[in-house]
């Protein structure tokens, strides 16, 4: 946590001070652009996780193993440019819907909804303010810490039979169903499938 919050506070002031020392235009105009990227990036760091998108061959993997079934309702909480729901609901017809909370990976999202012309939903919202009471399964890849910080919501809010399909990460207090083993030859990492009790 604390090389997290060196590396927060290197951006939001060393860096911005070093160029605002110049009389350049152009590095203001960057310093600018570096605080617009790197606030959204913060925030999704301290509610969720970074974005880092799933290798798309995992992303099919999961959605495989998951055992998605046309009209099952699928959310993906923190999902980046929306590879995982667009497949969804191109792949398996189901009613997909994803949530960001980072303003650009969001755009960035919505732009891929237009070229894949997908019915999933894109959702600007932090998922941990969202109910996912009607999900029958939530994908997720989101650090360990997060899973704490959710944990009640989880265990309150999960339909008994909801799969949670983590990439890279365990969950502690859901009944563990199946793993999929890491592919080291991929650099892929392992995926847990969960069931509420």
């Not at 060393?14 to 350049?24: D, E, Q, T």
């Not at 959310?75 to 191109?90: E, K, P, Q, T, W």
């Amino acid at each position: 946590m604390l090389d997290f919050l060196s590396i927060v506070l290197s951006i939001v002031v060393l860096i911005p001070i070093l160029y605002l020392g110049s009389s350049n235009l152009n590095n203001y105009l960057s310093v600018a652009f570096l605080i617009l990227i790197s606030v959204p990036t913060v925030m999704a760091l301290i509610h969720g996780a970074p974005f880092v998108p799933t290798p798309m061959k995992r992303v099919k993997k999961m959605l495989e193993i998951a055992k998605v079934k046309k009209g099952d309702r699928v959310y993906d909480i923190g999902c980046g440019d929306g590879r995982m729901v667009y497949l969804a609901a191109n792949m398996y017809e189901a009613e997909a819907t994803g949530f960001e909370l980072s303003p650009i990976v969001y755009v960035l999202a919505r732009v891929r909804k237009f070229f894949w012309k997908s019915k999933a939903q894109i959702k600007f919202a932090n998922f941990k303010t969202q109910n996912i009471s009607e999900a029958d399964i939530i994908f997720c890849y989101l650090l360990p810490e997060c899973f704490s910080d959710i944990e009640e919501k989880m265990l309150k809010e999960l339909k008994q039979g909801a799969k949670v399909v983590s990439y890279a990460f365990q969950i502690p207090y859901l009944k563990l169903i199946a793993k999929e083993e890491r592919d080291p030859g991929n650099n892929f990492a392992p995926i847990w499938i969960y069931e509420k009790e």
